[in-house]
């Protein structure tokens, strides 16, 4: 399984981006997918997950009302669009497979298989 992050760029605060992640291999139908990003000087941080069809969706505080995590099985790829974005949300962003996961899950640790990440700066 690999998975391959694009869509990262520079953007005013307010703007709007759409990242995209796709997977390679079967494990994708039955994954959790996630995205969790990293800020220069500090910790990486759960954004969002997505369960393997769909029907559940966890959001970190911050984002939650600004950010949309949405997966397409047909393309093998989940997309996070960013809405409204703010100068705090500049970081790294990653994705993240959970190999048959049943449940989403905010730890970093569960997460197996990552892809390379790429870089959103906001500025104000």
């Known amino acids: 399984v690999q998975l391959q992050a694009s869509g990262g760029g520079l953007v005013r605060a307010g703007d709007s981006l759409r990242l995209s992640c796709t997977v390679s291999?079967?494990?994708?139908?039955?994954?959790?997918m996630a995205w969790f990003r990293q800020a220069p000087g500090k910790e990486r941080e759960f954004v969002a997950g997505i369960r393997w069809n769909g029907d559940a969706t966890l959001y970190r505080d911050s984002v939650k009302g600004r950010f949309t995590i949405s997966r397409d099985s047909a393309e093998n790829t989940v997309y996070l669009q960013m809405n409204n974005l703010k100068p705090e949300d500049t970081a790294v962003y990653s994705c993240?497979?959970?190999?048959?996961?049943?449940?989403?899950?905010?730890?970093?640790?569960?997460?197996?298989?990552w892809g390379r990440g790429t870089l959103v700066t906001v500025s104000s």
């Open positions: 993240a497979a959970d190999l048959a996961a049943r449940f989403i899950t905010a730890t970093a640790g569960a997460y197996t298989k």
């Open positions: 291999g079967r494990a994708f139908s039955r994954s959790v």
